[in-house]
């Protein structure tokens, strides 16, 4: 039994140092959270996510009609779309769709931006002081008296942009 114990304890050993040496080392998965189709639920999310990063997986096709801003993104969040919309409601005051504060790094895939105001200001539809990916996307129909879409760009590296749509009417 004895010597059982300790064969299976060197196993484990080279197969740890194997993993190691070969750069498999398991690491834990990146956090991923799901948001049900609510306005409240995303700005809650992005909220949450700004603690520690963290992956948006929005709900397919949503439109998230929001009344209020978005939290500013403070650091590194990617939202899956899934073709959702981010758009804010006709009735709702004048206000910009999302913001990337400086240290913020936001990748956006498969979604649309739209109807953003930040009139007197840069980037209706999404201001960018940070780092900004947009893939898939699009941003229109959102307005400000500097790059009505998306403005500021003010961070290293400027905003990329992959097979994604950016025209403002």
Known sequence: MKLRKTAIRALATVAGTTLVATGMAVTPAAAQTFVPCSPGA????????????????LAPGCVYALTAPLPSIQNTINILGNGATLTRSGAAPAFRILKVDAVGKLS???????????????????????TLNVVHSVIRNNRADFSGGIGGNTGPPPASFRASSRATP
Do not use: E, P, V, Y
């Open 42 to 57: 995303l700005a809650g999310a992005i909220t949450a996510a700004n603690a520690s990063g963290d992956t948006l997986i």
């Open 108 to 130: 956006l895939h498969l979604t649309t931006i739209s109807n953003g105001d930040a009139s007197g200001d840069f980037g209706g539809g999404i201001r960018n002081d940070g």
